[in-house]
């Protein structure tokens, strides 16, 4: 039977290195005023979404393309004054096309939709700031990752993987 610090000592690097970046982005974005909650959001895609270049392809894609319908509802509404009906029917819509535009490989990760209309929402419609925080966490993500990796192999006593090289050998 497997040890509790045995389950632990795998997830040590990635824990080490989200736990610092975490502080270092919300003493950064409270100091900065970018809004910090949504770069946790986005951050939290780019994991949901496989990490790595995929992951931060598709989180960050797919959170973009959420805020850009978050933001057509939004232009909706200004022509429809508070209309409970109309943004009910904007929304199904929104959400009707979340999954679909999902066909698209660069959009397939659909929680990643939602989450970037929901936080476009939820911050009252600030596209400038919500574009900020998206693009943070999810760069946040790929740096999290790649140092938690380093991390790791350190922890485990053994040489990080070498980088690939794109050079052709000499004939």
Wanted: glycine residues 14%.
């Amino acid at each position: 039977m497997a040890s509790q610090m045995d389950r632990i000592k795998p997830l040590l690097g990635i824990g080490i290195s989200v736990g610092v970046l975490a502080g270092v982005w919300t003493f950064a974005s409270v100091e900065l005023a970018w809004i910090t909650w949504v770069a946790f959001i986005a951050w939290a895609c780019f994991f949901a979404a496989g990490g790595g270049t995929t992951g931060l392809a598709k989180g960050l894609s797919a959170n973009l393309a959420g805020v850009f319908w978050g933001w057509v509802i939004s232009q909706g509404l200004e022509n429809v004054s508070g209309s409970t009906l109309a943004l009910a029917l904007m929304v199904t819509v929104v959400g009707f096309v979340l999954c679909v535009e999902a066909a698209l490989p660069l959009l397939s990760f659909i929680p990643g939709g939602f989450a970037g209309t929901a936080v476009f929402f939820g911050t009252g419609f600030d596209l400038g700031g919500v574009a900020i925080a998206v693009v943070a966490g999810a760069l946040l993500g790929i740096v999290s990752e790649k140092l938690g990796a380093a991390l790791q192999s350190a922890i485990d006593g053994r040489s990080p993987a070498p980088a690939a090289t794109t050079a052709t050998p000499a004939t």
